[in-house]
């Protein structure tokens, strides 16, 4: 393909666009599939054929919207006019109203207080966010690379390969100060230019690689992008990859991503069909090809190394980090990995500019790269608060901004409790810290961590105790077990915690967790052993109260830990209803209907479906 074939698919996708009067574009990510929507477009699709309309309106079916807490989501354009929570049997209103009378349907308009919105511009869930990475979400179909082309993608590609050279594209992207999306935050310019030195010095062959090995509970961003706009990621590879030399890409994706899988492996093969990848890219000269490596499911994949030995056929294990990958990375060669996000980012820094692209954040990174965090930030937010989704805003704003404006608060009217940053090997931070900005140093400092960008919000509800053993006992699930500070240390952590959710904790158990903590920190291999002790010293150093609590008062202050609770009925509120008794699964609570009945303690498994069946907060958690 050359130049002018590219221009002229966008063209002609451009003029096939703009011939219909309006477009509705249907969320088709992870979330809204799960309720439905290839159902809805098909229903769509199906109303305008019976109606003979299929040349006047379009559906598009889309990546993620973001906004999942409202999925199925459609949006008409060039309105704008967002419909949450859409069905197909919604279908047929919105065409006839719609679409043809020119009247929204109010119904289903996303309401705040009762009062509907009916543009997505307006909607607070959207209002500060900035779209770089997810620049293309909601606007294209992901799986028609036509569509990709429409809105100028892989223009960008021909100007580096035509225009900028190896050199040029590596200090543009070290000017930019973009730092790696993973989880690291190591600048990637600085990467890319440490593996052009290794290809210099030893004359070896290099590869660049793209990490989609995404495993933290709760987080879902390269999922989203590469569900959304897959060809933003190839086209940042092929920059990459031009910058540093190399001929041969991979992605290693993660198992449990069925569908972004399907959609990334559907762009590359139209983008080699298009001759956009393999040999002589848009008759430039320069050969490069992307291969798609299926992980198995392994978190600890996710580390560098560990994920480079699973790409060779090895076992999926670190190695200690004074071998760089940049020198020693797949088959011992030179190897740049970056994430999905860092990719998608790439050829919009190239683009529009790596000065344009530093102003946005905080620092100045201009001069050097470790001196802030620039460009935006994508996050899964999720747990308690109100609007669940995919967000991205940039760098440097506050804690409380991104759960309270845009994520609308906590859901069910509940007080903020916490809120855990960087997954399961992030910290938890208290109601005091909302105030943060949301950088890499900054979490860092505050003993928790950016991560790859989950964000799981807790109400006054959660133990904390619990939270911690939760990610202790999964980090322990997931360690490889190579070296003995992370696999000792996270068995000797669970039983700790453990023992303090029965009732057994001993006084000297914070003090001990913690120093095994930090013999962790300090002594592990890889990353994943480095910080996985973090939700617990990031808990005892902001919620030691609680921990004490269980410690030596025996109680549990959320009312969660079965060991340390006691459920009760109140006489002054129980109504005889029976529902409680007839719900009971070991028949612990006795009483006739209209009387007030009782719980037997030595019966009761403590499961609180008592409680949550109780239509008159009778129910009560000593």
Known sequence: MTIDELRDIRKRALESYGRYEAALMVCTGTACVANRAFSLVDA?????????????????????????????????????????????????????????????????????????????????????????????????DPEKIEDYIRVGGYQVVYDVLTSGTPTGVVDEVTASGIRGRGGGGFPTGVKWRSCVEAVRRTGNEPFVVCNADEGDPGAFMDCGILEADPHSVIEGMIIGAFAVGASQGFVYIRKEYPLAMKRLVKAISQARELGLLGSDILGTGFDFDVVVHRGAGSFVCGESSALMASMAGNVGEPRAKYVRSVEKGYKDMPTVLNNVETWANIPLIMEKGARWFAAIGTGDVTENPWNGSSGTKVFSLAGDVRNVGLVEVPMGTSLREIIFDIGGGMADGRKFKAVQTGGPSGGVLPEEKLDLPVDFDTLTKAGSMMGSGGM???????????????????????????????????VAIGSILRRIMEGEGREEDPDLLREYGQTMRESSLCGLGQTAANPVLSTLSYFREEYEAHIMEKRCPAGKCKMLIKYDIDPEKCTGCTVCASRCPVDAITGSPGKVHVIDDTKCIRCGLCREVCNFDAVEVE
């Open 44 to 140: 769509f699709r199906d109303e305008l054929k019976k109606r003979n309309l299929v040349d006047r309106f379009l559906v598009v079916p889309t990546g993620c919207n973001g906004f999942c807490a409202q999925g199925p989501v459609v949006v008409v354009q060039p309105e704008g006019i967002f419909y949450a929570k859409v069905s197909g049997a919604d279908a047929e209103e919105i065409v006839e109203k719609h679409l043809l009378g020119g009247e929204p349907v109010q119904r289903l308009h996303y309401r705040v207080n009762g009062v509907p919105v009916p543009l997505m511009k307006d909607i607070r869930f959207f209002a500060k966010q900035k779209f770089l990475a997810l620049r293309h979400k909601g606007v294209i």
């Open 456 to 490: 799981v919000v807790m109400n006054d509800k959660t133990c904390m105790v619990q939270v911690a053993a939760y990610f202790v006992n999964f980090l322990k699930d997931e360690s490889c077990g190579k070296c003995t500070p992370c696999r000792e240390g996270l």
